[in-house]
């Protein structure tokens, strides 16, 4: 089981990344997957969630109508898209797996998680 993301960088303040998260090992579709990021000196927090048979999404606040979260089955990957981007959106990056499919805001819900992907915001 093994979930990888990518795509983090240097970006300026209003710009845009899009991270992926690659899974493999186990059944992709059948699993909600999640995005969180932890900056320096913080904890780490909830970003966005997909589920897998809806395709309900979530979002934390600080990042809700400027985030965009997506999935693509066939490929077994999840996407993050960032735009708008703030220098306090500055963090690493984690992608994670959820077989329960409730709380998705909660990480103690979340059994796997990939390493991270860093990503900077600044001028």
């Known amino acids: 089981v093994q979930l990888q993301a990518s795509g983090g960088g240097l970006a300026q303040p209003g710009g845009s990344l899009r991270l992926s998260c690659a899974a493999s090992g186990f059944a992709f579709s059948v699993y909600t997957m999640g995005w969180f990021r932890q900056a320096p000196g913080k904890e780490r927090e909830f970003v966005s969630s997909?589920?897998?048979?809806?395709?309900?999404?979530y979002y934390a606040d600080s990042v809700k109508g400027r985030f965009t979260i997506s999935r693509d089955n066939a490929e077994n990957t999840v996407f993050l898209q960032m735009d708008s981007l703030k220098p306090e959106d500055t963090a690493v990056y984690y992608c994670a797996r959820n077989p329960y499919h409730n709380k998705p805001r909660d990480q103690i819900y979340y059994d796997t998680w990939g390493g991270g992907t860093l990503v900077t915001v600044s001028s």
């Open positions: 997909i589920n897998y048979r809806d395709r309900r999404t």
